[in-house]
């Protein structure tokens, strides 16, 4: 048994496709690596083993996220440790290449791994002279490397340039080493990612095509062409992660809201974000808010498709966790929540307030509406309509006017779509369809055969 099968435990945010990690030191007392705001599921891991957080590392100043070290350093006394070259604005022990802290028994080493961010370290842990594992945040990934763009276009190859020698510094380790990412499959951050979160340095280079090139002009070539969009507000994170997220007291709680406090924030210039599953959305909602179905991928597309400067009220369904709704939203910085609709929109309605609804039709049912592919470049590659628009759902509200006449809306499953229909809403575009399903059963429907990039 290794010390990743008894003494890390990887905290898996889906949504994020991103790991943080618990590392128990054996004495009551533990690491946390990369520690996001929202430390629920690190709270429970850490209460189950009777641990206190003494230590919380974090890789990089994050894009995708607002860490959680701060709350850790209040919280538990947790000692931050950071690249120096970070320049936080926060109390933290300031590390450079080679710097190591004694973790009581173990050891972690400082590696400077610029690529992903300027500042990027990797964290090397070590038993005496043994290495067991390397905590490699955005630089060496499993199947690829984090992205180098977060910096603007100007800086985008140059970065790559600097990952391209992090990665090889990391795997001139010993093959048995650990890695043990950050960022992973779904995340925003990764130029693509394999589906496995951990693996080996051997494994990675045996496996990882970034380690195979051959040279590094090579490499630059493969990793910037798999970087796709990203969420807007990945340009505000990192520097409110340097200047240090607020120190919570107590747990963010969604207030009540009766429809007339809705309609007074809707007059106001406020936002109204409907939670509830695209189906419920579709037959019935307020005019002018925004379908944001609450599942894993909730705080992302909140992040992408509204400013965080905006009061904001929800609408949910009786039986989804308010909970969720607040930590998706704090671990992004968005923090003016005004409240949710008691009662929903059984109360809306009730108080004589009108509602819209959203055609959700079935692939059989579609018509010959043109289709408004709303996936990812590299989804829309992979298999599409023939003839279909495609417009990514994160560039939709800037493109409206791109989208076609009385479209159907179509994602891989219907959410996003239901998302864009509501964006296409809000911009005064009316006979909207969208479609409960993906290209598949489209295609299927419509006796006809995916289009792909390789087919072009």
């Not at 067991?132 to 340039?161: H, K, M, N, P, Q």
Request: charged share 20%.
């Amino acid at each position: 048994m290794g010390f990743a099968d008894d003494h890390l435990i990887p905290l898996v945010d889906q949504g994020l496709g991103n790991s943080a990690y618990l590392a128990d030191l054996g004495d009551g007392r533990a690491l946390a690596v990369d520690a996001c705001r929202d430390l629920r599921a690190l709270r429970r891991a850490a209460e189950r083993r009777g641990l206190t957080v003494a230590y919380a590392a974090d890789t990089h100043l994050h894009a995708d996220f607002l860490s959680g070290a701060v709350q850790l350093a209040h919280d538990d006394g947790a000692r931050v440790l950071a690249s120096a070259a970070g320049r936080r604005d926060f109390p933290h022990t300031p590390l450079a290449d080679g710097d190591e802290t004694d973790l009581g028994g173990l050891t972690l080493r400082a590696l400077a791994t610029p690529g992903h961010t300027d500042e990027h370290l990797s964290f090397l842990l070590l038993d005496g002279d043994r290495e067991l594992g390397v905590f490699s945040g955005g630089s060496l990934i499993v199947g690829s490397a984090a992205r180098t763009d977060l910096l603007g276009a100007a800086r985008t190859e140059e970065l790559a340039r600097a990952q391209y020698h992090s990665l090889r510094r990391l795997a001139a380790l010993p093959d048995e080493v650990a890695l043990w990412p950050t960022h992973g499959a779904g995340s925003f951050c990764s130029a693509p990612p394999g589906s496995e979160r951990t693996s080996t340095v051997g494994a990675q280079k045996r496996t990882n095509p970034l380690l195979s090139a051959p040279d590094e002009d090579t490499f630059v070539r493969l990793l910037l062409n798999g970087l796709g969009s990203y969420p807007d507000y990945f340009d505000r994170l990192a520097e409110a992660n340097r200047r240090g997220p607020a120190v919570l007291t107590s747990a963010p709680l969604l207030p009540s809201l009766d429809a007339g406090q809705v309609r007074s924030l809707l007059a106001d210039g406020g936002q109204v974000v409907d939670v509830r599953p695209a189906a419920d959305y579709a037959a019935g909602h307020i005019r002018g808010a925004l379908s944001v179905p609450l599942r894993g991928q909730f705080a992302t597309w909140l992040g992408w498709l509204l400013p965080d400067t905006v009061p904001l009220a929800f609408v949910a369904g009786e039986d989804q966790d308010l909970d969720e709704i607040v930590w998706q939203a704090y671990k992004i910085g968005y923090e003016r929540l005004t409240g949710r609709l008691t009662g929903g929109m059984t109360a809306w309605l009730a108080d004589g307030n009108p509602r819209a609804t959203t055609a959700f039709v079935t692939a059989d049912h579609a018509g010959d509406r043109p289709y408004l592919d709303v996936r990812q470049d590299a989804e829309f590659a992979a298999g599409h309509v023939p003839g279909a628009r495609h417009i990514e759902l994160g560039a939709l509200a800037a493109h409206a006017v791109e989208a076609p006449e009385g479209p159907i809306v179509a994602c891989g499953h219907g959410e996003r779509a239901m998302t864009a229909a509501s964006l296409l809403e809000r911009a005064g575009r009316t006979d909207i369809a969208v479609l409960d399903g993906g290209p598949a059963e489209y295609a299927a429907a419509h006796g006809r055969r995916l289009s792909r990039a390789a087919d072009a």
